[in-house]
């Protein structure tokens, strides 16, 4: 996720909340008085840069902000510690688990700001997943240390990520539904590739989406694009090592 394009849209938001606070009425006008120079939320909003330095404002005030278990968004029920998916015309779609709810006062009403943390893709993490690309599959995620404050609006449905055998055990290859069996923090994936279980002779992690094969014998799996294609007879599969020992 581009840091670049996260700040740009959500100072895009920012605008659309800031612009719709106005004081309509003298009435209103003399409420917002009552709030100190150091703390005036408006005042504060205007110089704000981003959704995490409004928060750290808003902070000071007495009842300027409520966290929710649970928002509805155009139908679209948000819950705390669900995973989501979030689209921006930069980056797509992206995957996120929504971590906090916050809602900002306004007028007896509440703003909406969600905190999520990323996922990060097997595209993102290309330069250290290197010697092992085939190992990693298409719809694999690794839960980041990467969070940000963003509008709900942004949100365009409701993700499923799954440990890895839920996720061979369902065998879904279309909709929103992932597998995470890593982290991704401190730049470095966690715990490392190297140490992960491998498979056949290409010595590569699980990965569901290539076709495989158990050996009948040692009952080690093997990629079928890694075996020749004359082994597998009349559905029984005899790896190499388990020949030499017939």
Known sequence: MSEHNIHQETNQKLNEIFNSIKLENVKTQEAFKKISNTNNLITQVKRCQSLTLLLQNVQNLNQAQK???????????????????????????????????????????????????????????????????DGISQRELFLSDQYDYIQPDIIVGEAQVLELEQFKQKNLSTGFVFFCRSFYKNQQIIPPIQKWEKHC??????????????????????????????????GIYVCPSCKKKK
């Open 67 to 133: 966290e929710f278990k649970e928002i509805k968004i155009n139908n679209l029920s948000i819950k705390l510690n669900s995973d989501v998916v979030i689209y921006t015309k930069k980056n797509g779609h992206c995957i996120a688990k929504a971590v906090q709810i916050i809602g900002v006062a306004r007028f007896q009403q509440f703003t909406p700001i969600i905190q999520v943390q990323w996922y990060y893709t097997k595209k993102d993490l290309k330069l250290i997943i290197g010697q092992y690309w």
């Open 201 to 234: 002779k290409c010595r590569q992690p699980m990965n569901p989406d290539r076709q495989s094969v158990i050996c009948d014998i040692c009952q080690l799996l093997f990629h079928k694009d890694c075996i020749p294609l004359n082994t597998n007879v009349q």
